[in-house]
């Protein structure tokens, strides 16, 4: 990996700058690179910052600004993120923006990618952003403090759905940042962890509730329409046995949809819920979507959600196809 120093930015005012709804490897990078940058750095969000993340930052006492002014600053650092779009209300700014910037990410380039220096990192295959700072800090000898092992750990639980979709090197990397950090597993947990809302335990519920099961081949793919909590509510259908999940909403002309999918499937299959299924759906829907193989997510327009999904369910079956000619679809009562 080759990169420019970061020493070198040390005497700059940095912004870092996370998506919009930041998550806890969202934050948790962000926090990890302001630790190196020190008293020139400061760490903002855009528009909400989601729970877990909210918690890390009130249990490590780290601070960060929403929707920042980003003009006072001399150079600008976005992590977790390569689209426009996951900017929020802070899109137009960056993209007026004339001064340098560099993109930490693990997710797959977007169409609609924000332009920036050659000297920016974006590896899909990661397990988190923070591994990415990992793999940067080591190259470049930067000493780990235990603030930054804490964080990097924290990353890498969360993206990794504690470890279900975790590879060798995930746990490497894990025991280095627990021996460093002098924390235990479950201490590392206790810094984003939040009490479960009651309202988020009806919409896992009601996801169930409603879900429509399709199976093709041996696999069960599943639909819900669901007002909130869209990725909570797909995920939570996996776990119930779904090899694929989406849940959605459709609001005014508005959808958005939350997609997930089994990881034993996604090995046995080579299944990308981002690649086969979120980012083609931008082509018939004015939107964009992206993600995870096994975790995606698409926001764009379409008159009903039913018909959002039905092309997620074409675009699945289509992928099928290309393992067995034969696959259909069976809608089950």
């Known amino acids: 990996m080759v990169f420019l120093k970061l020493s070198t930015l040390c005497s700059k005012k940095i912004l870092i700058l996370t998506h919009a709804g930041a998550d806890v490897d969202a934050f948790a990078s962000a926090a990890t690179l302001s630790l ?9 969000i855009p528009d909400h910052i989601n729970l877990n993340a909210k918690a890390l930052a009130e249990n490590t006492n780290t601070q960060f600004e929403m929707n920042p002014d980003i003009s006072n600053s001399d150079v600008l650092i976005i992590v977790d993120l390569n689209s426009y779009e996951m900017l929020g209300s802070l899109k137009e700014a960056v993209m007026n923006y004339k001064k340098p910037i560099y993109i930490f990410d ?11 220096s050659t000297d920016s990192i974006i590896i899909p295959k990661a397990a988190s952003t923070t591994e990415i700072i990992y793999d940067l800090f080591k190259e470049q000898k930067i000493k780990f403090t235990k603030e930054m092992c ?6 890498l639980i969360t993206d990794t759905a504690h470890f279900l979709v975790a590879d060798s090197k995930v746990f490497l990397i894990m025991y280095e940042m627990l021996k460093k950090s002098n924390k235990e597993f479950y201490e590392i ?14 919409a896992k519920l009601k996801a169930a509730k409603r879900v429509r099961i399709y199976k093709i081949l041996d696999y069960i793919v599943v639909t819900s329409d669901i007002g909130a909590y869209e990725s909570d509510a797909a995920m939570s259908l996996v776990r119930l046995g779904a090899d694929i999940a989406f849940a959605g909403d459709c609001d005014k002309g508005k959808v958005k949809i939350s997609g997930r999918a089994n ?7 080579g299944f990308d819920l981002a690649k086969h299924i979120f980012i083609s759906l931008g082509n018939q829907f004015n939107g964009e979507g992206g993600g995870h193989p096994g975790a995606s997510a698409f926001n764009g327009k379409a008159n009903t959600l039913e018909d959002a999904f039905s092309e997620c369910l074409a675009l699945t079956k289509e992928f099928m196809k290309t393992k067995n000619k034969s696959a259909v679809f069976k809608e089950y009562d």
């Open 36 to 44: 190196f940058f020190g008293k020139n750095s400061r760490i903002g």
């Open 106 to 116: 693990h997710h797959e380039k977007s169409a609609k990618k924000i332009i920036c």
């Open 150 to 155: 804490m964080f990097i750990a924290a990353g």
């Open 189 to 202: 947990v206790s810094l984003f962890r939040v009490r479960i809302d009651p309202a988020l335990k009806i």
């Open 263 to 269: 990881n034993k499937f996604i090995k046995e299959s």
